[in-house]
């Protein structure tokens, strides 16, 4: 077989393809952690976790960003909706209004350090479910 | 305290040129451990002022692995482009030539930089706060200009295509969760830029020619100018904008501002990456912002700056940047004088190996697998002949998505 300029861009091609699908399919099917809100450490950085928890505060900003703080009662985390998440989210119906202190939501997301603070960061709207009171 | 801030000037000086010429590593990576060792220095100004040197030092050096070995540092979005046209000068025997480009970058950026944010540094709120909604239209009308600027249509074609692929790439890989988010962009860089490169090097047998270190530049003093003040204009913008990395903005001052060649180019990239970390530097106190690793580590250190601080800050990058010049361009006529005894084709695969080695220490299997489908992509480019730089798809598609608020949409169709 000679590694003839097009074979080499064929063999590449089918390589980085292939690349792309096994990434896509494993990002797919790993499941984030199901972990406790007082059993999450800055060294998760970068990881997807999921937690639930009481919303113990709530702010809205102007440009339409909510600011969530939930807890398990030991231990609180923020999350941040940010506005184009909040917008998906008011296309199925569920609007700022629906987060009412004390609500109990899951959150899932990626874990993020911003000022020293730990939060999780949802990115789509299926990430976030009121669960009720 | 003066003698210590220069002590410890001194010592972030040579822990920069340690981190910046050996490849895979950013003061990134050791942040945490000075952060830790922090209870051992009194004054947290020390700490501040070491930190500050090792950037700029760092910022410089880089650029030796870069262009000798056509390996990237850590922080691969900053220089991971300067290894094509480095390395392409590399085998016109001009290396030295090619370094000493980075550091007329690199210097002219500190100078101008500097007056810039002592002058104007007041409006830098108002200028992140007015360019910020339109990031979007000027990422899109780059790419536009990407495609286009192509003159036979294969070409446009497949320019477009590899856009497309490195964006796609860049979508999947980068909300993968497979691996940290602040070590992931490292296998995408070295796969895309370094791996590839070196894979076709070694494929086309490359031999290091003998390096010439005489003073000749192959560039005007005009072109010099014009490429340092875009580069500061655009280090500035990365600096202050989220989501625009130096590798971007030196994609896009390759297609406006018209530095495509490659020693223009070098002195633009090496300009944007100064430029960028005077300006991250004093994020702090411009623009109350950490925008670096380095200037949250300080953010960690000193919470609250005056202009006296950001004072300090201005005068450790210019004394390190002074020391740094000339250390710089001894490295970079010392470092070829023994790389030209070393078989070049083997000093590729050990490099290879390295860069290998460094991707699954860091990012495991899964960075392995990105690394792999990240070089994949860096040799179809290069063997279509398609501009490197179309590679950036892997960060612009997802900016372009972020900035129109399509990311929740995105990850609900993929499900990711």
């Given at each position: ?21 096994i990434i896509?399919?494993s ?107 | ?177 497979l691996v ?7 296998p ?171 991707i699954g220490i860091?990012t495991g299997g899964y960075g392995l697998l990105i690394g792999i ?44």
């Amino acid at each position: 077989m000679k590694l003839t300029k097009n074979f080499l861009i064929v063999l590449s091609l089918i390589v980085s393809l292939s690349g792309m699908i096994i990434i896509y399919i494993s990002s797919i099917n790993l499941e984030p952690n199901q972990i406790k809100i007082s059993d999450i450490t800055s060294d998760m950085e970068g990881r997807k976790i999921s937690t639930t928890g009481y919303i113990i505060d709530r702010k809205l900003n102007k440009d339409g960003h909510l600011f969530l703080v939930i807890s398990d009662n030991k231990s609180a985390i923020q999350v941040p909706l940010f506005s184009d998440l909040m917008g998906n989210l008011k296309q199925i119906g569920v609007t700022e209004r629906d987060f009412h202190l004390n609500d109990r939501i899951s959150v899932k997301g990626a874990l993020e350090i911003y000022k020293d603070n730990l939060q999780i960061v949802p990115r789509k709207p299926s990430d976030v479910k009121i669960l009720g009171d | 305290m003066l003698l210590e801030i220069f002590i410890f000037s001194l010592v972030g000086t040579a822990l920069g040129i340690i981190l910046g010429l050996l490849p895979g590593l950013h003061l990134n990576n050791v942040l945490p451990i000075l952060i830790s060792l922090s209870f051992l220095i009194q004054n947290p100004y020390y700490l501040v002022v070491l930190i500050v040197a090792t950037v700029i030092a760092q910022v410089f050096t880089s650029f030796i692995p870069s262009i000798f070995l056509g390996a990237p540092d850590g922080d691969s979005n900053s220089n991971s482009l300067s290894i094509l046209p480095g390395h392409r000068l590399l085998l016109e025997g001009r290396g030295y030539e090619a370094i000493k480009l980075t550091v007329i970058g690199g210097l002219g950026a500190v100078m101008v930089s500097t007056i810039v944010i002592l002058l104007f540094g007041n409006y830098f709120t108002v200028i992140h706060n007015v360019t910020r909604p339109y990031i979007s239209y000027a990422i899109i009308t780059v790419v536009l200009f990407m495609i286009f600027s192509e003159k036979q249509i294969n070409k446009i074609l497949l320019t477009g295509g590899i856009i497309l692929l490195s964006g796609i790439f860049g979508v999947v890989t980068l909300n993968s969760s497979l691996v940290q988010q602040q070590n992931i962009l490292f296998p995408v860089f070295t796969g895309l830029f370094a791996i590839s490169t070196l894979l076709v090097s070694i494929t086309e047998k490359s031999n290091m020619p003998e390096q010439k270190t005489d003073s000749k530049l192959g560039i005007s003093k005009s072109d010099i100018v014009k490429a340092i003040g875009l580069s500061v204009v655009a280090g500035i913008l990365v600096g202050l904008l989220p989501a625009i990395g130096v590798s971007q903005a030196a994609t896009f001052m390759q297609y406006l501002g018209g530095m495509g060649q490659s020693r223009p180019f070098l002195v633009t990239l090496s300009g944007i990456n100064t430029a960028n970390e005077v300006v991250s530097l004093n994020s702090l106190y411009l623009i109350s912002n950490p925008r670096s690793g380095a200037s949250v580590a300080i953010e960690r250190i000193l919470p609250q700056l005056s202009m006296y601080d950001m004072l300090l800050f201005t005068g450790v990058i210019l004394f390190t940047t002074g020391l740094i010049v000339p250390i710089t361009l001894y490295l970079g006529k010392t470092v070829p004088r023994f790389l030209v005894k070393v078989n070049y084709n083997l000093l590729s695969y050990l490099i290879l190996g390295f860069l290998v080695l460094m991707i699954g220490i860091m990012t495991g299997g899964y960075g392995l697998l990105i690394g792999i489908t990240a070089t994949s992509i860096g040799v179809l480019c290069a063997h279509l002949g398609v501009k490197r730089s179309s590679c950036m798809g892997v960060l612009i598609v997802p900016s372009v998505l972020f900035f129109l608020g399509l990311n929740p949409l995105i990850f609900t169709i993929l499900n990711i």
